[in-house]
């Protein structure tokens, strides 16, 4: 019965074999554990209640907070309301990554509106960069 | 913003006419080419600098880094060699499989294991460093299947299946050890339940473990033996969906 993949709350769970992969790199064949199916889908549906926990949590602290959007902020308080404190520093550590990311993005958008060039103008080097590179792209890397 | 107007500029002293130096704003090519920001990182890596051929005259430097792996898939690479690793822990030193490119130690320095929790002699194996990721989207639509659940900033889902990821670690490896305790090789789920039972922080999950009988019935407890071994390694078949941050 556990293993119908296609039920109807399929996509409101997680993906088996994800989660099977990290068990696996959790508890990996050399520690002489193996973790059973029912175990493991007992451990799905915890995830998602965590999932579930967390984002009601979190969105009850935005909620207070006058807030339309949850923010990271608020998953970390309600991670800290709910007794999951240790986890703080990783996920910072995460959003802090992501927020790296999206700003080498933004620069980059910045650097092109300071470039000084109207819209035409940066417009027409488009065009130009698109033909040179569909050019490269028939010629082809041998 | 105003850097390039911060770039020293030695005063030109050579001609009475003021000449415009043009700091020559374009950003380095690489830096377009990719959004990660590890790529900008794996360009600086001063293995790079020190790597040049004594000998090779014209513009070596461009050399390594048109045959070096882009990052992505270095990574995939590493984390399915780290996960053979686990597999046959008797394997003496950590990986070094002939080297199709010279510049391997780089993606190591890229990439290190970022907890060692226990000293261990294979840096790939670091204990419990999870690679596999949740995706970001499933993560985020279960969050918002929630009615009462809104908006949600783009970080937010990464920053919870980052908490689901150490969640999960903190479950499997508290039910591993309630199996130990009873002798166990089998981790299933009467021993999760009482790993859960046993933690006030997870009185949340109550409602899930009660519907778990305390005995396992012996319907599952044999066959699953071998069976969910070889499932492990089936279904790691369809690699994980390759997770745009965006």
New interface residues.
């Given amino acids: 019965m556990s293993d119908r993949e296609f039920n109807s709350n399929d996509?409101?769970?997680?993906?088996?074999?994800?989660?099977?992969?990290?068990?696996?790199?959790?508890?990996?064949?050399?520690?002489?554990?193996?973790?059973?199916?029912?175990?493991r889908?007992?451990?799905m549906?915890?995830?998602?209640?965590?999932?579930?926990?967390?984002?009601?949590e979190?969105?009850e602290i935005s909620e207070k907070e006058a807030k339309?959007?949850?923010?990271?902020e608020?998953?970390?308080k309600a991670?800290k309301e709910?007794?999951?404190a240790d986890?703080v520093p990783?996920?910072l550590a995460?959003?802090e990554?992501?927020?790296?990311?999206?700003k080498?993005?933004e620069k980059?958008q910045?650097?092109m509106e300071?470039s000084g060039l109207s819209e035409e103008e940066l417009l027409r080097q488009q065009q130009e960069l698109f033909r040179s590179a569909t050019e490269k792209y028939n010629q082809g890397p041998e | 913003?105003t850097e390039d107007n911060y770039r020293p500029i030695s005063p030109d002293l050579s001609s009475p006419f003021p000449s415009n130096p043009n700091p020559n704003?374009i950003?380095p090519p690489h830096?377009?080419s990719s959004?990660?920001?590890h790529r900008?990182s794996y360009d600086d890596s001063p293995f790079f600098n020190a790597y040049q051929r004594p000998g090779s005259g014209s513009g070596p430097s461009r050399v390594p880094q048109q045959y070096v792996p882009p990052f992505q898939p270095g990574f995939d690479d590493m984390a399915r060699r780290s996960?053979r690793l686990?597999?046959?822990?008797d394997a003496p030193a950590p990986l070094l499989e002939p080297q199709l490119y010279t510049e391997a130690p780089p993606v190591m320095a890229v990439a290190p294991p970022m907890e060692m929790e226990e000293p261990m002699p294979a840096p790939p194996?670091a204990p419990?460093?999870?690679?596999?990721k949740?995706?970001v989207a499933?993560?985020k639509?279960?969050?918002?299947?929630?009615e009462?659940?809104?908006?949600?900033?783009?970080?937010?889902p990464?920053?919870?299946s980052?908490?689901?990821?150490?969640?999960?670690?903190s479950?499997?490896?508290k039910?591993?050890q309630e199996?130990?305790d009873r002798n166990s090789?089998?981790?299933?789920?009467s021993?999760?339940?009482h790993a859960?039972a046993k933690d006030?922080?997870l009185d949340?999950?109550a409602d899930?473990?009660a519907k778990?009988p305390d005995q396992?019935a012996g319907r599952?407890h044999e066959d699953?033996?071998g069976s969910?071994?070889n499932?492990?390694r089936r279904?790691?078949?369809?690699r994980?969906p390759k997770e745009e941050?965006d």
């Fill in positions: 996509d409101l769970s997680l993906p088996k074999a994800t989660v099977q992969k990290i068990i696996t790199e959790i508890l990996p064949p050399s520690s002489g554990q193996t973790f059973s199916k029912d175990a889908d007992l451990l549906e915890c995830c998602v209640e965590f999932i579930t926990l967390i984002s009601s979190a969105n339309k959007t949850i923010a990271c608020h998953v970390e991670l709910l007794g999951f986890y990783d996920i995460v959003a990554d992501h927020k790296e990311q999206l080498s993005r980059k910045s650097k300071q | 913003m704003p950003p830096a377009s959004p990660l920001t900008a996960s686990l597999q046959h822990d194996a419990i460093e999870v690679k596999t949740f995706p499933r993560i639509r279960i969050m918002q299947a929630d009462d659940v809104g908006k949600v900033a783009q970080v937010t990464i920053a919870v980052k908490a689901l990821e150490l969640f999960m670690i479950l499997v490896t039910a591993a199996a130990k090789k089998r981790v299933t789920a021993h999760l339940k859960v006030e922080v949340f999950l899930i473990i778990v396992p599952k699953g033996e969910d071994q499932e492990g279904k790691r078949g369809p994980k941050s």
